[in-house]
Nanobody
Framework: QLQLVESGGGLVQPGGSLTLSCAVS????????IGWFRQAPGKAREWVSV????????MYEGSVKGRFRISRDNAKNTVFLQMINLKPEDTAVYYC????????????????????WGKGTLVIVSS
């Protein structure tokens, strides 16, 4: 059974850092694209970053580019989201999602196109 479990969220001050983890099981990580999404209170879920299953290529939403870094460790079946210089507007529940289909990275940016989700981890950026 395919499973994704996020961890690493918490309370951090503006300008601080966090690294989120997405531990996967039930499938081969290299066969799937993995995306990170977030949902702030009262807002729709939005795409943050994605990493390709085939070649490890990555893409980022504009407001996090240069501050967030997505990576994967196939041996540990884990995808990471390193976040630095966090801002209050980064406050949200962060979810990872997996999708087996092939395609350009921008085809994985719509939450409705991702079929396998974790339950999320909460990030609060506040002083």
């Amino acid at each position: 059974q395919l499973q994704l479990v996020e961890s690493g969220g918490g309370l951090v001050q503006p300008g601080g850092s966090l690294t989120l983890s997405c531990a996967v099981s039930g499938f081969t990580l290299g066969d799937y694209a993995i995306g990170w999404f977030r949902q702030a209170p009262g807002k729709a879920r939005e795409w943050v970053s994605v990493i390709s299953g085939s070649d490890g290529s990555t893409m980022y939403e504009g407001s996090v580019k240069g501050r967030f870094r997505i990576s994967r460790d196939n041996a540990k079946n884990t995808v990471f989201l390193q976040m630095i210089n966090l801002k209050p507007e980064d406050t949200a529940v962060y979810y990872c999602a997996a999708e087996e289909r092939r395609g350009p990275l921008n085809s994985f940016c719509d939450p409705s196109g991702m079929n396998n989700w974790g339950k999320g981890t909460l990030v609060i950026v506040s002083s």
